[in-house]
């Protein structure tokens, strides 16, 4: 059922997908999940434990350590 509105598609940069809800989203293997939130994070790369929905896993392989001479951690 059309509704006028176009739905918008947000890419985060090494993030996931968000996306304006509500939302039914169809899986690889033809499982059909649903949120009724108004955005909604699909994860893009496949680390989240709640796929098809992101939980920030993408964030926890993209931390850098730090130089000593800024005061982060040493190797």
Same mark, same amino acid.
């Given at each position: ?12 940069? !090494?993030?996931?997908?968000? /996306?304006?809800?509500?939302?039914? %989203? &169809?899986? !690889?293997?033809?499982?059909? /999940?649903?949120?009724?939130?108004? %955005? &909604? ?35």
């Amino acid at each position: 059922m059309p509704s006028g509105r176009k739905t918008r598609v947000r890419i985060e940069p !090494g993030g996931p997908l968000l /996306v304006e809800g509500p939302v039914e %989203v &169809v899986t !690889g293997d033809g499982e059909t /999940v649903t949120s009724d939130r108004f %955005v &909604v994070a699909l994860c893009a790369c496949r680390r989240s434990k709640r796929y098809p929905f992101c939980d920030t896993s993408h964030r926890r392989r993209s931390r850098q350590t730090q130089r000593p001479e800024q005061g982060g951690l040493t190797e």
